[in-house]
């Protein structure tokens, strides 16, 4: 279509708005809407991880209110790693983003343990942990939720986090955990749908008026 910039998957449905007679504007317009809302619903999927530092802070706040278990060798976090991957959530969580079960997960440890800088990160399906400051249960689960495919510490990544952290840590450690994401305002909800074309413009219109 001259004039429109748009998804291929959005084809059929742009014909029909123009069969219709609808402006290429008004089309256009909504398009955009749809990009933003997408966007805006999960940060970090799709361009800057704007909400990392936050979500960071939120973490740092629960792990000082919260005993979170630690680890004694590289090889208490693997046994509960695995434990993790053979469960029911994992496999859940796992189909929800198209992905087939990970079979396994590996955890190690990183060449220098420093405490400092990063407490673990998370590459494919290979975790590293800190042996100072990040061989406890929340820093593993906390990499393993990337690795169900959140590469972003946005809606979707906090969402998953809480059931992981609510089945394995219990329901009071993500109590508390939510409530760190509240105070700082970070939606951890599923994604709200966007607004059907007619009702796009109905609520356009009465901005305008």
């Not at 450690?173 to 109905?202: N, T, V, Y």
Request: aromatic residues 10%.
């Amino acid at each position: 279509m001259v004039g429109l910039a748009y998804p291929s998957s959005m084809s059929n449905q742009i014909a029909q708005w123009r069969e219709a007679g609808y402006p290429i504007p008004t089309i256009q317009g909504y398009v955009d809407y749809l990009q933003k809302q997408k966007m805006s619903q999960n940060k970090g999927t799709y361009g800057k991880d704007s909400e990392k530092t936050k979500t960071y802070k939120c973490e740092w706040a629960f792990q000082r209110e919260y005993q979170v278990k630690e680890f004694d060798t590289i090889r208490q976090a693997q046994k509960r790693a695995d434990q993790i991957t053979k469960s029911a959530l994992w496999a859940k969580l796992r189909e929800e983003k198209g992905r087939s079960r990970m079979l396994s997960l590996n955890v190690n440890s990183k060449m220098r343990n420093t405490g400092k800088n990063m407490a673990g990160w998370a590459r494919g399906n290979t975790i590293t942990l800190d042996l100072i400051c990040g061989l406890d249960e929340y820093t593993l689960i906390h990499e393993m939720t990337h690795c169900l495919g959140n590469w972003h510490h946005g809606r979707s990544f906090r969402r998953d986090l809480l059931k992981l952290v609510s089945r394995f840590m219990g329901t009071d450690a993500a109590k508390i955990l939510k409530s760190k994401f509240k105070e700082k305002k970070l939606a951890c909800g599923e994604q709200r749908k966007p607004l059907a074309f007619e009702k796009w413009i109905e609520a356009k219109e009465r901005m305008t008026k």
